[in-house]
């Protein structure tokens, strides 16, 4: 039997190893720290004194890469969401809410209803959206700004929730293949998504139990920190126990981060530059959300960009946050608190003791036009070598959504390749 080798064990790592499971291949998972998940991880935090994702995941029902990951690992159930695509909205400077609703169906019937637009928009505004089928080059700033507050209460915010970059420096495409595959099927593939229990129980456990049944191997701690090839293949791999044979049917699955790849194959194209995101989580005893009726909510014109409750936890997140992971946590914690205290029925003068800002310097690759240009494809000019992760070229941005396909894609490429 074939081995495929997967070095990396983040969500394209993993869903690249069950796809090589899945065509019979004997499957090796490298993965170099103690734990898989990567940049998708759940961990226990002693000052919260509870479970904590490394950050907050929004998935959308439209995501049909990962949602076909968790059905095949048995995990389909461990995403929810309201039933509708609803997402309310703050704005803390003008005190304004609204909410949007998305139709079932292809047919955006609400843009054609002012009292459901966002306010202050118009419908040639919604309309304009069009110009993303040929966005070029152009960031969304370019395409979008100065048509009004469309830009400042949707496009704005969608991108640096969406590409985790400034509007003014994202690549308009990037939102191209996001929205076809969400907004514009309508409600039943823009619902808002969130793991039930986190996302280790979702996207990772299951997996690693999953791979396990069918005899995969799972070797943490085991970085590897060289690969050997020849004109026509690669011949080995330098894991953390030593030189590991790669044979003539084998395959290797490179699924390390962008900034680690070139440590392993020197020419490689790949973004260099990366975006943070922070987040702020609070323990809350009695969370209420008087005022909202989701648990997520975006808010305008504050530090803080989306507010997510899970239990008793309620969670901020950051993107496009370089300022943001800038300041002293002490500043970050205090500021949030008291963006939404308000919005959960807590006292703003009350911050919880027990509290957290988690900076995720390298959340993302920097979704700008140029980096755009420096990412590769999953193949490379050995045919028994393939990359995946969020940062090779799969058209999506940097999400599990795109991270999980370029896993499959790249595991179904070279299992085609390499069938016995
Ligand atoms: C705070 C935060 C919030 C986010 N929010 C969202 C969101 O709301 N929605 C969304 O869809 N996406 C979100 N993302 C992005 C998403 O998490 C990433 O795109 C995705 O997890 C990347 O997965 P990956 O497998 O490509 O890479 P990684 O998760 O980085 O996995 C790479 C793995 O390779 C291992 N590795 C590295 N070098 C070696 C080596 N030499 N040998 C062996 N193993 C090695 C690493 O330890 C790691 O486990 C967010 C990310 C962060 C950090």
Redesign the pocket.
């Known amino acids: 039997m074939a081995t495929a080798h997967i070095?990396?064990?983040?969500?394209?790592?993993?869903?690249a190893a069950v796809e090589m499971s899945k065509a019979q291949f004997r499957v090796v998972v490298?993965?170099?720290?103690g734990?898989?998940?990567?940049?998708?991880?759940s961990f226990h935090d002693n000052t919260l004194g509870c479970t904590i994702?490394?950050?907050?995941?929004?998935?959308l029902s439209g995501?049909k890469s990962?949602l076909s990951y968790l059905d095949t690992i048995g995990a389909g159930d461990q995403l929810i969401g309201p039933e509708n695509a609803e997402f309310p909205f703050v704005d803390l400077k003008t005190a304004e809410r609204w909410s949007i609703e998305l139709d079932r169906g292809s047919m955006p019937w609400w843009i054609l209803n002012k009292d459901r637009r966002v306010p202050g928009t118009r419908l040639s505004e919604y309309l304009s959206g069009l110009k993303l089928l040929s966005a070029g080059n152009r960031t969304v700033k370019q395409l979008f700004a100065g048509q009004g507050q469309l830009y400042e209460r949707f496009w704005d915010p969608f991108t640096v929730?969406?590409i985790?970059t400034s509007a003014d420096l994202a690549a308009a495409r990037l939102l191209t293949p996001v929205i076809r595959e969400t907004l514009a099927r309508g409600a039943d593939f823009s619902r808002p998504l969130i793991a039930r229990h986190g996302?280790s129980t979702t996207?990772v456990t299951p997996a690693i139990d999953w791979l396990k049944k069918r005899g995969s191997e799972i070797r943490f701690n085991?970085?590897?920190?060289g690969i050997s090839m020849n004109e026509q293949r690669v011949v080995s791999i330098q894991?953390?126990t030593g030189p590991e044979p790669i044979g003539n049917g084998d395959v290797v699955v490179v699924?390390?981060?962008a900034w680690?790849v070139k440590?392993?194959i020197a020419d490689v194209s790949a973004p260099d530059r990366f975006v943070?995101?922070?987040?702020v989580h609070f323990r809350v005893e009695n969370a209420r959300m008087p005022l909202m009726k989701k648990p997520l909510l975006g808010m305008l014109n504050s530090l803080s960009q989306?507010l997510f409750v899970r239990d008793d936890v309620a969670s901020v997140?950051i993107?496009a946050g370089d300022e943001a992971a800038s300041r002293d946590s002490e500043d970050i914690l205090d500021t949030v608190w008291r963006e939404i205290a308000p919005e959960i029925g807590q006292p703003v003068d009350k911050r919880p003791a027990r509290a957290r800002v988690?900076k995720?310097r390298?959340?993302?690759f920097l979704g700008t036009p140029e980096q755009l240009e420096k990412r590769p494809s999953p193949s490379t000019k050995w045919p028994n070598l393939v990359l995946?992760?969020?940062?090779?070229d799969n058209g999506l941005?940097?999400?599990?959504?795109?991270?999980?396909r370029?896993?499959q894609t790249a595991a179904q490429q070279v299992a085609h390749l390499f069938a016995s």
């Open positions: 070095i990396g064990a983040g969500v394209a790592g993993l869903a490298h993965e170099q720290s734990q898989a998940g990567g940049r998708c991880r994702d490394n950050g907050n995941h929004l998935l995501n990962a929730a969406v985790n996302l996207f085991d970085r590897v920190s894991t953390g699924a390390v981060p680690m440590s392993l943070p995101i922070v987040n989306w997140t993107s988690i995720e390298r959340a993302t995946c992760g969020d940062w090779v941005p940097s999400t599990i959504e795109g991270s999980i370029s896993g």
